[in-house]
C-alpha cells in the first residue's frame, strides 16, 4: 500500500504497488519535487543571506571571537569555511 512522506509528501511505493500508481506519479512529479529542492538545498543556500558568491580572497580568512551571545564549552572544536566562485 502507497503511503507519503512525512516533510515533502512525497509518494512511497509499498512492495505490490505498481510504479503506474497516482498516474505515474513516483516516476514523474516525485523527481520534480526532488529536482527543485536539491536545487534550494545544494545551489541556491546561503548562511549570509547574500545572493552573490564572494570575491576569490587574497589572503586566508581568520576567524575572531566575539564576547556576545552563546556559549561553547572548552575543548569544542570549531570549524569555517569560505566558499568563492
Do not use: C, K
Not at 516525485?30 to 576569490?56: E, K
Request: proline share 7%; charged share 10%; aromatic share 10%.
Amino acid at each position: 500500500m502507497s503511503s507519503r512522506t512525512p516533510y515533502f509528501n512525497l509518494l512511497e511505493l509499498g512492495s505490490n504497488d505498481p510504479w503506474s500508481t497516482n498516474n505515474n506519479e513516483y516516476s514523474t512529479s516525485n523527481r520534480v519535487v526532488i529536482d527543485a529542492l536539491l536545487q534550494l538545498g545544494a545551489v541556491a543556500h546561503h548562511h549570509s543571506g547574500a545572493s552573490a558568491a564572494g570575491s576569490n580572497p587574497s589572503s586566508a580568512p581568520t576567524l575572531s571571537q566575539t564576547p556576545s551571545g552563546g556559549y561553547l564549552p572548552a575543548g569544542v572544536a570549531v570549524y569555517y569555511e569560505y566558499t568563492y566562485a
